[in-house]
């Protein structure tokens, strides 16, 4: 069973970072997939970014592209979403997901997290 708890939500002004975490289960952590997700209120959850289980190959929304950073540390097992340039469409509930490959797709994620508020003020 993969657990996923995510970290680092919180309030920031138009223009400042945060650093999502999310935390995954000891024995998964190297051989999943990692995806981050949104959801806006009244929105769908929407796709953000996604990395390998290497770490060698990552993909993001154009939405995001050149402002958010994915990464991870499979020695800590978790993941980051660094995002910098924040515009108060990127107020969200940000999931953390793990699936068997990388895809922008949320049906191939089989294991979440609970999210973690992020809140932009223009």
């Known amino acids: 069973q993969v657990q996923l708890v995510e970290s680092g939500g919180g309030l920031v002004q138009t223009g400042g970072s945060l650093r999502l975490s999310c935390a995954t289960s000891v024995r998964t952590a190297s051989i999943y997939a990692m995806g981050w997700f949104r959801q806006a209120p009244g929105k769908e959850r929407e796709f953000v970014a996604a990395i390998s289980w290497s770490g060698g190959s990552t993909s993001y929304a154009d939405s995001v592209k050149g402002r958010f950073t994915i990464s991870r540390d499979n020695a800590k097992n978790t993941v980051y979403l660094q995002m910098n340039s924040l515009k108060p469409e990127d107020t969200a509930v940000y999931y953390c997901?793990?699936?068997?490959?990388?895809?922008?797709?949320?049906?191939?994620?089989?294991?979440w997290g609970q999210g973690t508020q992020v809140t932009v003020s223009s």
């Open positions: 997901a793990a699936g068997p490959i990388i895809s922008t797709m949320q049906r191939m994620y089989g294991y």
